[in-house]
C-alpha cells in the first residue's frame, strides 16, 4: 500500500511537472498589466492587441506563415519524393542514404547555423527569405522522411501489382493505389514540417536579416530584451496551434490505423 | 482442348538459386489447372512470371501462341487474386470491383451493371459500400475473387487464395470457385500446398519439386498412377516398399520384395526387370482378413496397432521387417493387436515406380 | 531485367532532388564550417606575389633576387594595417625577432626618399633562410591552430604543441562545462523518466493514456513556449517563488533564473520525453507474467527487479540517455535564456563567435569539435537502437 502511494505521488508530481508551465503561462496572455507576474490585476486582450497591432510581432507572424509555408512545401515535395525512391531496395546504398536524411535532427543546430551562414553568404542568400527557407528546410525534412517511410512501409506490395493485373499503368497505381495510401504519412509529414519551421530559432538567428524575423525568433529576442505578457500572448498562440496540430496528427494516424 | 498457355523452358535464378529449372507446361483454354508443391518448389515465382510480375531468366511464355515477355502486366490482362486479398484498403467494395473496369475506360452505366453482376455472383450485393476492413476473411476473398473476375480477363490467377481461411470456409470455397469456374468457362491456375484442395477442384494438377515438374495430370492420374516417389509421398498417404522387379508383362510387372513374396503391380514408367523399385501401396485400398482370399497380391502380416479415427479405423501390420499401414472402412472389424491377418490388394491397387 | 533497371532509374530520380539539396545545403555547410576552421588564407592573401616566387624556392638556400623584389613590393601594397599585425604575430610566433624585423623593414619600404635596393640592404636577417622559411609556411591556406585553440592548445616557437596560458585556457572550461551540464541533465531526466515510464507501462487504459499524454504535450509543444514558460515560473519574483514564500518556506526569493539550477530545471523539462519514450517503449515489449514468474522461482519483489526487469530495460535507458546527452550538448536556446554567463555552453561561444566577433576560424573549430563529439554519441546510439537483441 505505501508502494501504492509513492507511486502515485511519484507519477503525480511529474505530471505537475511536465504540464504545469505550459499551463502556467495561459492565463499571463490575458493580463492587463505590463508584468509578467501574479496575481493578476484585471483581465484584457490587450496584448494580443498588441501582437497582432505592433509592427515587430505583426510581421514576425506573416514571417512565419510565409516561410512555414515555404519550407512545408519544399519539404513535403523532396521527402516525400526520396521516401518513394527509398522503397526499391535494389538500391544497395540506401542504408546510408536513409542515414544522410535523418542526419539534420542530429547535428546541433548551431553548427549547422555557423555553416549556413558561411554557404548561404556565399549565394547571397542571407537576408532572403529564400535563405531561410532553404535553411528550414534542411532541419524539417527528416520529419517528412520519417512520416512517409512509416506509411510507404505499411503499403502492402502486393496491392499495388494487383492494380497492375487490374489494368493499372504504373502511373496509374501511383495515382490511384500508393499516394493515396501514403497520404496520411504525407500529411502529417507535412504538419510536422510546419510546426518545425514555426518553432526554429537557432537557424534563423544565423541566416534570417531583420526582415525574415519569424515568431519564434522574435519571442527570442523579446525574452531576452524586454520581456512583456505578449511574449505570453504569443505562446498561447502557439499551445493553441499546437493542440490542433497534435489533434491533426492524431488524425491522421488514426485514418492510417483504419485503412489496415 | 486448344492450347492457350505455353511455359517454354521457363529457367529463372534469383542470384544464384535456381528456383525454376527448364520448366516446360502447357494449359488448355478454359481449363482448370493447379500448380501443387511443397514450400519453397517454385510455384509463386511461376505465377508471378506468367502475371508479368517477375521476368524469366530465360525461355518464353507463350499466351493464345504469342510469346509476352516483353508485355508489361497491366497490359496482359489477367485476374490475379493473392493469399493476403491485396484489397485496395483506402477504396469501398463497389470501388475495389469497378477499379479493374475504369482501366478499362468503361462507361458508368456499364462499370455499375457489371460491378453489381459480380457481386451478385459472390454474394456480396449487400457490402457495395463497405471498406474491406469491415469485411470477414471469407468475404473479402471473395471481393477479392470478384474483381478478379469482373473484367472476363483471359486467365485467373490465384496464388493459394484460400491460405488464410479456417477450414469449414476454405472447403465452402473450394466448391463455389469450381462452381464459377464451370460457369464462366475462364481459364484457371491455382497454386496451392494442399493436395486435397488441388484434388477437388482441377482439371489437372502439376506437382512441383524443387523447381520441377514431377507430374502432371488429372487428379485420378496422379493419385492413383504417381509416376515419381515424390509424387507417391506427397499426395496422400502411401505404403512404400522396397523391391527388385522379376518380370515385367506389358503394362504389369512382378516384384519380390525383399521378405521374398511376390507382388504383381501395375506400371506407371518403364522398368526393366533386375531393377530396384517402390512399390507404393495407399493403405486404403488394402483388405485385411484372416483367410487367404482370391486377391493376387497378399501379404502374410501381423497387426502391431490399431487405432479408431472416426471416419476409418487406421491398422498398423508388419509384414517381416516391412511395416504397412491399411485404412478400413468403419463398418471393418476391430482387429486386436498381435492378431495374424493377411493383407490383399489387387495389381491395380499398387504401382511399380522406379527410385 | 529492364524492369529492373527502369525501377532503379525511377528511383534515382525521385532520390536526387532530396540528395543534392541536403548534399548542397547540409553537407556542404557542415563542409565548409570545418574548413573554415582549418584555412587561413590571411597571409596568403597579403603576399600573393611572394607566394608565386616562393613555390620555386629549395627552403634551404639563401633568399634570390626576385624573391625579395616581390616581397618588397607586397609589403608596400599593404594597406590593411589590422591583417599586417595579425600576420607579424603569427610570423613572430613561428620565429623570434620577427616582430622588430618587420616593423624596421616597413619603415624603411615606406621612406621614399631613398628606396632600399633589396631587403638584405634593410636588414642583414633577411639573408637568414630561416625567415624566409617561416614566410612560406605561414602562406600555407592550412592551419591547426584554431583547431588546437578549440581544445586550448596552441605552438609555441619551436612548433610543438603546448598548452596555451591559463588566461588564454577558455574553451577547454566551457567544453568540460557543456559535458557536465550535459550529464547533470541526463542524470536527472533518467532519475525521473525511469520510475516514471515504468509506473506507466505497469498501467493500463486511461490512466497510462494520461501518463503518456503529459510527456508528448510538452513534447509537441514549442521549445521557446517552454523556455518562456521556465523564464516566468523561475522569476524572482516568479510563481514558485510566490508560491515558496505564502507557504512561508522562504523568506527571500530564492535565486532561479539566471543559474545553473535553472538551466538544469529548465532542460530537464525539455528533454525529459526523450528519456521516458525509448524506456517505455522497451518495457512494453517485455512480457508481464516474468515478474511473477521470477516470484515464483521465489525472488524477492527487489531482487526480481534487480535480476528481471533493470537487464531487460537498460537497453531502453542507454538510448534515451544518449539523446538527452546528444540533444543538451548542443543546447543554445534554454541556457541563452534562462542561463547566466557561467552557465553558457559550447553552443553559445560558437554563436559568440560567428555573430558577435566574426572569428569564423574558432567558430568552425569548435563546432568541428561539437560535431565529432555528436556524430560519435550518435552512431553509438544508432547501433544500440538497431541490434536488438532477444527481439527480430
Ligand atoms: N524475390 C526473391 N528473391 C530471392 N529469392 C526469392 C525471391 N522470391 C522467392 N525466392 C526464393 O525462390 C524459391 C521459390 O519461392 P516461391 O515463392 O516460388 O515458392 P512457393 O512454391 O510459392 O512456396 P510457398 O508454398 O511457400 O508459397 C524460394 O526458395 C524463395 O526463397
Ligand atoms: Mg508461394
Known sequence: MPMKLAKFAFASLTILFLVAPLIAILPLAFTS???????????????????????AWRRAIFNSLIIGTGTTLLATVLGTAASLGLRNRLLFFCGSIRTLFLLPMVV???????????????????????????????????????????????IDERVELAAQSLGASPATVFRRVTLPLAMPGVLSGAVLAFATSLDE???????????????????????????????????????????????????????????? | MAEFIRFDRITKFYGPLCVVENLALGIG?????????????????????????????????LLDGTAINDVPTHKRDMGVVFQSYALFPHMSVGENVAFPLQMRRLGKAEIAERVARALDMVQLSAFVDRRPSQLSGGQQQRVALS????????????????????????????????????????????????QSEALTMSDRVAVFNKGKIEQIGTPRQVYDEPATRFVAEFIGETNLVEGVVEAVQGQEA???????????????????????????????????????????????????????????????????????????????????PGTKVYAAFSAGDCRVIAP | MSAVSSRTGRSLVLLAPLLLFLIGFFVWPLFSMMSQAVSDPAVLRLLPRSAEVLTDWDRKSPPTMPMQTA?????????????????????????????TLMSKTMSALEDTANPPADLVSIDKRWEKPEFWLAIADALSPLTDRNLLAAVDLGRNAAGDIEHLPADRSVNRVILVRTFWIAALVTFACAAIGFPYAMIAASLTGWKRDLMLAAVLLPLWTSLLVRTAAWFILLQEKGLINDLLQTLALIDAPLPLIFNRTGVIIAMTHVLLPFMVLPIYSVLITIPKNLMPAAASLGAPPWRAFLRVLLPLSLRGVASGSLLVFISAIGYYITPALIGGPGDQMISSIIAFYATGSANWGMAGALGVVLLIA???????????????????
Open chain 2, 254 to 336: 512382378t516384384v519380390r520384395l525383399r521378405s521374398g513374396a511376390h507382388i504383381v503391380s501395375a506400371v506407371s514408367g518403364s522398368v526393366a526387370s533386375g531393377q530396384p523399385v517402390f512399390l507404393s501401396i495407399r493403405p486404403e485400398r488394402v483388405d485385411l482378413s484372416e483367410t487367404r482370399g482370391e486377391a493376387r497380391n497378399c501379404l502374410e502380416t501381423e497387426v502391431t496397432d490399431s487405432v479408431y479415427q472416426g471416419d476409418h479405423l487406421r491398422v498398423q501390420l508388419q509384414n517381416a521387417a516391412q511395416p504397412l499401414i491399411a485404412k478400413l472402412g468403419r463398418r471393418s472389424r476391430e482387429f486386436p
Open chain 2, 147 to 194: 474483381r478478379a473476375l469482373v473484367f472476363e480477363p483471359r486467365v485467373v490467377l490465384m496464388d493459394e487464395p484460400l491460405g488464410a481461411l479456417d477450414k469449414q470456409l476454405r472447403e465452402q470455397m473450394q466448391l463455389d470457385i469450381r462452381d464459377l469456374h464451370r460457369r464462366l468457362g475462364v481459364t484457371i491456375v491455382f497454386v496451392t500446398h494442399d
Open chain 1, 33 to 55: 498589466s505590463v508584468i509578467l507576474t501574479y496575481p493578476i490585476p484585471s483581465w484584457s486582450l490587450r496584448w494580443f492587441e498588441e501582437l497582432f497591432t505592433a509592427d
Open chain 3, 374 to 392: 555528436t556524430l560519435l554519441l550518435y552512431s553509438v546510439y544508432a547501433r544500440l537502437s538497431t541490434d536488438e537483441p532477444g527481439r527480430r
Open chain 1, 201 to 260: 530559432v537557432v537557424l534563423t538567428l544565423f541566416v534570417a536579416g531583420p526582415n525574415q524575423r519569424t515568431l519564434a525568433r522574435q519571442m527570442f529576442s523579446s525574452i531576452r530584451e524586454n520581456i512583456s505578457p505578449a511574449i505570453a500572448a504569443a505562446a498561447f498562440l502557439f499551445i493553441v496551434a499546437t493542440i490542433l496540430i497534435g489533434l491533426a496528427v492524431v488524425l491522421f494516424r488514426s485514418m492510417l490505423a483504419k485503412r489496415r
Open chain 1, 108 to 154: 546541433p543546430a548551431v553548427v549547422l547555423g555557423v555553416g549556413m551562414q558561411v554557404l548561404l553568404a556565399g549565394f547571397g542568400l542571407t537576408n532572403s527569405y529564400a535563405g531561410v527557407i532553404i535553411a528550414h528546410t534542411v532541419v524539417a525534412v527528416p520529419f517528412v522522411v520519417v512520416s512517409v517511410i512509416g506509411a510507404l512501409a505499411g
Open chain 3, 71 to 99: 616581397l618588397m613590393e607586397d609589403l608596400k601594397a599593404v594597406d590593411d594595417d589590422q591583417a599586417l599585425g595579425d600576420m607579424v604575430r603569427r610570423l613572430n610566433s613561428a620565429r623570434s625577432g620577427f616582430r
Open chain 2, 29 to 61: 483454354k478454359g481449363e482448370f489447372v493447379s500448380l501443387l508443391g511443397p514450400s519453397g518448389s517454385g510455384k509463386t515465382t511461376l505465377l508471378m512470371m506468367l502475371a508479368g510480375f517477375e521476368q524469366p531468366t530465360s525461355g518464353n511464355i
